[in-house]
């Protein structure tokens, strides 16, 4: 527990409950280095951009 990945901005951001303890904050911050670590934005953006059949996963498509 700890956190949840909040997607489509362009980073990581972890939301936490504002009730959480200090084992959650840790928590949320291990996973947001993971996260880092994984480069799991360029992962995503490349995904859904071959989902889509586009060689440039950063154009916007106006969909």
């Given amino acids: 527990y700890g956190g949840a990945p909040l997607l489509g901005v362009d980073g990581v951001c972890i939301i936490g409950h504002g009730r959480s303890r200090a084992q959650a904050y840790k928590n949320a911050v291990r996973v947001a280095s993971q996260a880092v670590k994984a480069n799991l934005n360029n992962l995503i953006t490349t995904g859904?951009?071959?989902?889509?059949?586009?060689?440039?996963?950063?154009?916007?498509t106006g969909d």
Avoid at 48 to 60: F, I, Q, S, T, Y
């Fill in 48 to 60: 859904l951009a071959a989902m889509r059949g586009d060689d440039n996963p950063l154009k916007a």
